[in-house]
């Protein structure tokens, strides 16, 4: 049983390019979490997705963020005209209930780190 | 300020010894996480606790939660290389949210 899988694992965009990051959540998972840990900062939340609904953004910026659960296939994390503070590891979680906390544990994928030059 | 403080920040201990890490959360508590990360991976869920008072323990990893203080510590008995890493706390201060506030994180470092 696989676990939560994300792609690329590292990814180098230059300034003003976009960026897609990618996560399929584990079998039987219906609802993803995006998280950004910048460097020598804490794990912050972005967003929480149901399939093709977006339940919460209240941590992502306000502009060139977006993200998308669709009916098929993984869920996107895409950042228009990257800067370079938008540099960090990106971390996709998924669980299958989204009853925190009634038996409901976030599993958290290897993460993307994205690079901007 | 932050909402969830780790202490210490980060920790050295001799193999074979014991050591304990906290989080203090400044919200009420409705689901604390231990969860670790090697530097470069993703995060490894160790334990959820729930409700005041509840330990989990797991080979020789043990979480308490006291809810009154709104603390959780995380005790690791008997060190070994492979408990070197970050610990992270974290947790659901908004009842049925489904967002995780995080700690800081400790790094441990395991002399042999």
């Known amino acids: 049983n696989a676990g939560v899988m994300q792609n690329p694992r590292h990814l180098v965009r230059r300034r003003g390019q976009e960026a897609r990051l990618r996560c399929s959540p584990m079998k039987g998972h219906s609802h993803v979490y995006w998280y950004r840990q910048l460097p020598e900062e804490g794990l912050k939340f972005m967003v929480y997705?149901?399939?093709?609904?977006?339940?919460?953004e209240s941590g992502m910026p306000k502009e060139r963020f977006s993200a998308e659960f669709p009916k098929e296939g993984p869920s996107i994390l895409r950042i228009q005209q990257v800067v370079r503070g938008d540099s960090a590891a990106y971390f996709c979680a998924s669980s299958p209930f989204g009853q925190i906390p009634w038996d409901n544990e976030q599993f958290f994928g290897p993460g993307t780190r994205l690079t901007v030059l | 300020s932050q909402e969830l403080e780790q202490s210490p920040q980060s920790l050295i201990v001799q193999e074979g010894k014991n050591l304990t890490i906290n989080c203090t959360s400044s919200k009420t508590l409705y689901g604390l996480y231990w969860y670790k990360q090697k530097y470069g991976e993703g995060l490894i869920f160790l334990m959820m606790l729930q409700k005041g008072g509840e330990e989990k323990s797991h080979e020789k990893i043990t979480a308490k939660l006291d809810e009154k203080k709104q603390q959780s510590s995380l005790h690791i008995t008997a060190s070994q290389p492979s408990h070197a890493g970050i610990y992270l706390c974290g947790a659901d201060q908004i009842q049925g949210a489904q967002k995780l506030v995080f700690g800081q994180g400790t790094r441990l470092t395991i002399n042999p």
């Open positions: 997705l149901q399939k093709e609904n977006i339940i919460d």
